[in-house]
Antibody, heavy 122, light 107 residues
Framework: QVQLVESGGGVVQPGGSLRLSCAAS????????VHWVRQAPGKGLEWVTF????????YYANSVRGRFTISRDNSKNTVSLQMNSLRFEDTAVYYC???????????????WGQGTLVTVSS | DIQMTQSPSSLSASVGDRVTITCRAS??????LNWYQQKPGTGPKLLVY???SLQIGVPSRFSGSGSGTEFTLTISSLQPEDFATYYC?????????FGPGTKVDIK
């Protein structure tokens, strides 16, 4: 069964850092591209970042570029999101999601985790 | 960046109703359009990819259509488990933007 599990969320002060992890079970995450998507309380979905299966390419939303870094350790079957210089507006549930193994429809998100909450508060 | 809009932002419908949600892109995205369903407290679920391809396991009452800049998601006969929020998303180019969502609730 395909399962993605996010971890690492918590409460952090403005300007602080946090590192999220996305772990896979039931399949080798190393074969798949991975997105991070966030959802502020009561708001819609906001795409954050993407990394190709081999780590060769990353994309970022303008709102996080230069502050967030996505990376992967295929030997550990995990993808990480390093978040620095956190702001109040980064408060959200952060989801990781994988893309299909082979697609002609771009990097759509076929399986999602349940999310981890990040709260930026003083 | 490509902007995505959805209409309506919310709708009330009854079980058995036919429901249509529209998504528009600020520039042509071919058929790189995907639809997701989200229920409170859970991660989103993929319904349709490539504008019209149904994800495995999704009931056939869901269908997607469109290309270029205008797309629709149709639920042919609304069921109790379909009350949720629906999002479109473009996978044409980064940043892979989402629409603002359409909340479908019970009339």
């Amino acid at each position: 069964q395909v399962q993605l599990v996010e971890s690492g969320g918590g409460v952090v002060q403005p300007g602080g850092s946090l590192r999220l992890s996305c772990a896979a079970s039931g399949f080798p995450l190393r074969n798949y591209g991975v997105h991070w998507v966030r959802q502020a309380p009561g708001k819609g979905l906001e795409w954050v970042t993407f990394i190709r299966y081999d780590g060769s390419t990353q994309y970022y939303a303008n709102s996080v570029r230069g502050r967030f870094t996505i990376s992967r350790d295929n030997s550990k079957n995990t993808v990480s999101l390093q978040m620095n210089s956190l702001r109040f507006e980064d408060t959200a549930v952060y989801y990781c999601a994988k893309v299909p193994y082979s697609t002609t429809s771009g990097y759509y998100l076929d399986y999602w985790g349940q999310g981890t909450l990040v709260t930026v508060s003083s | 960046d490509i902007q995505m809009t959805q209409s309506p932002s919310s709708l009330s419908a009854s079980v058995g109703d036919r429901v249509t949600i529209t998504c528009r892109a600020s520039q042509s995205i071919g058929n790189y359009l995907n639809w997701y369903q989200q229920k409170p407290g859970t991660g989103p679920k993929l319904l349709v990819y490539g504008a019209s391809s149904l994800q495995i396991g999704v009931p056939s009452r869901f269908s997607g259509s469109g290309s270029g800049t205008e797309f629709t998601l149709t639920i042919s006969s609304l069921q109790p488990e379909d009350f949720a929020t629906y999002y479109c998303q473009q996978s044409y180019t980064a940043p892979f933007t989402f629409g603002p969502g359409t909340k479908v609730d019970i009339k």
